[in-house]
T-cell receptor, first 115, second 115 residues
Framework: DTEVTQTPKHLVMGMTNKKSLKCEQH?????MYWYKQKAKKPPELMFV???????INESVPSRFSPECPNSSLLNLHLHALQPEDSALYLC??????????????FGPGTRLTVL | GDSVTQMEGPVTLSEEAFLTINCTYT??????LFWYVQYPGEGLQLLLKATKADDKGSNKGFEATYRKETTSFHLEKGSVQVSDSAVYFC??????????????FGKGITLSVRP
């Protein structure tokens, strides 16, 4: 199984809502990532988890809160978002975070719209 | 710091035309190099990779050769199909002692193939 799955596929939320994005992989990978992608732009790294611990936070606003319940799951909790947070949110995983040859496998993304 | 430069787009070709998408990079040491493809409405898929100089990555008729002397990783395909219409991202991952697998992406280029 070389697949990263993400739910939901689409999400519309108001600025006062609380919602969560979910990501799952069963490749035994120990690094998982959240990216934000705006239209016609490359993905921007938000967070990296390595062995279930937060390794990288790319100065992301606190209205985005990541969580890694176990080595296969990654969540992104959303609260009090702004319309400019509307984007495609991509999850990815790789075998490890340090060392060479660790290509990242991406999920299909969640298309988020903040009204 | 590391960087990836892709040729300006978009690119429009007729079916069965030859494709070249240029990618050059700046990095210390010997990074791993990747091409990712993003079809409309989807996440990123790893298209091919190369991990050392003179390696050739290939997949689905696409090829790219890791050229350290020119710091390039150009993507080529001999005969494009309409189904190849997508956004193509060149990316690198550093390979230095203790380095992480953080991907540096190029800006991406949109390819449209006409029947």
């Amino acid at each position: 199984d070389t697949e990263v799955t993400q739910t939901p596929k689409h999400l519309v939320m108001g600025m006062t809502n609380k919602k969560s994005l979910k990501c799952e992989q069963h490749m035994g990978h120990r690094a998982m990532y959240w990216y934000k992608q705006k239209a016609k732009k490359p993905p921007e790294l938000m967070f990296v988890y390595s062995y279930e611990k937060l390794s990288i936070n790319e100065s992301v606003p606190s209205r985005f809160s990541p969580e890694c319940p176990n080595s296969s799951l990654l969540n992104l909790h959303l609260h009090a978002l702004q319309p400019e947070d509307s984007a495609l949110y991509l999850c990815a995983s790789s075998r490890d975070y340090r060392g060479p040859y660790n290509e990242q496998f991406f999920g299909p993304g969640t298309r988020l719209t903040v009204l | 710091g590391d960087s990836v430069t892709q040729m300006e787009g978009p690119v429009t070709l007729s079916e069965e035309a030859f494709l070249t998408i240029n990618c050059t990079y700046t990095a210390t040491g010997y990074p791993s190099l990747f091409w990712y493809v993003q079809y409309p409405g989807e996440g990123l898929q790893l298209l091919l990779k190369a991990t050392k100089a003179d390696d050739k990555g290939s997949n689905k008729g696409f090829e790219a050769t890791y050229r350290k002397e020119t710091t390039s990783f150009h993507l080529e395909k001999g005969s494009v199909q309409v189904s190849d219409s997508a956004v193509y991202f060149c990316a690198l991952s550093p390979f230095r002692n203790g380095a992480n697998s953080k991907l540096t992406f190029g800006k991406g280029i949109t390819l449209s193939v006409r029947p």
